[in-house]
T-cell receptor, first 115, second 116 residues
């Protein structure tokens, strides 16, 4: 399978614990995005990487959130001291730029439940 | 603020019929991209169709077509010959005001049910 993969698919944690999610983009894609989707809502942009450089972070991304993309390949999103409001689906997408298409390819998401 | 609005939270259609999903947006940009994504229950987001704002011709992908009205800032999706597998959440999204990073701004989605 050469699509975007995310692990784990589901994560249940207790409030206050730290969690880390991983995204493996399509291999030749240089751009990687993280979005958050809560029930009944559309995705919201969190952050974006061009290769290994994190070029933009949303105001939604509090100090408890950190994302990395070492070597410009896979990316990790860590949430420290989780809160119940962090419960959501975390989506990763990748794309190739420059491109005439600018299509983003999405992974299956990681569903986080904070108890 | 740049926004994408989907005013139909839920819609239903009979199998083999045609349905149109609405999307409007607000931007002062001239160059942007518009997309319709489909998210089946418990499955991942997949691209249905895209439209470049500088193209006047409406995009078409098999049974899916768009009605892009740039002046009206409208981007509706028409699904012809609806199939049971079309049942999903449909999201309208755009690169409005995204600068060079091309992040997507999303509507709230329309839940489409195709009935047998």
């Amino acid at each position: 399978d050469t699509g975007v993969s995310q692990n784990p698919r589901h994560k249940i944690t207790k409030r206050g614990q730290n969690v880390t999610f991983r995204c493996d983009p399509i291999s030749e894609h240089n751009r990687l995005y993280w979005y958050r989707q809560t029930l009944g809502q559309g995705p919201e942009f969190l952050t974006y990487f061009q290769n290994e450089a994190q070029l933009e972070k949303s105001r939604l991304l509090s100090d408890r959130f950190s994302a990395e993309r070492p070597k410009g390949s896979f990316s990790t999103l860590e949430i420290q001291r989780t809160e119940q409001g962090d419960s959501a689906m975390y989506l990763c997408a990748s794309s190739l730029a420059p491109s005439a298409v600018y299509e983003q390819f999405f992974g299956p998401g990681t569903r986080l439940t904070v108890l | 603020a740049q926004t994408v609005t989907q005013s139909q939270p839920e819609m239903s259609v009979q199998e083999a019929e045609t349905v149109t999903l609405s999307c409007t947006y607000d931007t002062s940009e001239n160059n942007y991209y518009l997309f319709w994504y489909k998210q089946p229950p418990s499955r991942q987001m997949i691209l249905v169709i895209r439209q470049e704002a500088y193209k006047q011709q409406n995009a078409t992908e098999n049974r899916f077509s768009v009605n892009f009205q740039k002046a009206a800032k409208s981007f509706s999706l028409k699904i012809s010959d609806s199939q049971l597998g079309d049942t999903a959440m449909y999201f309208c999204a755009s690169t409005l005001n995204a600068g060079n990073n091309r992040k997507l701004i999303w509507g709230l989605g329309t839940s489409l049910a195709v009935n047998p």
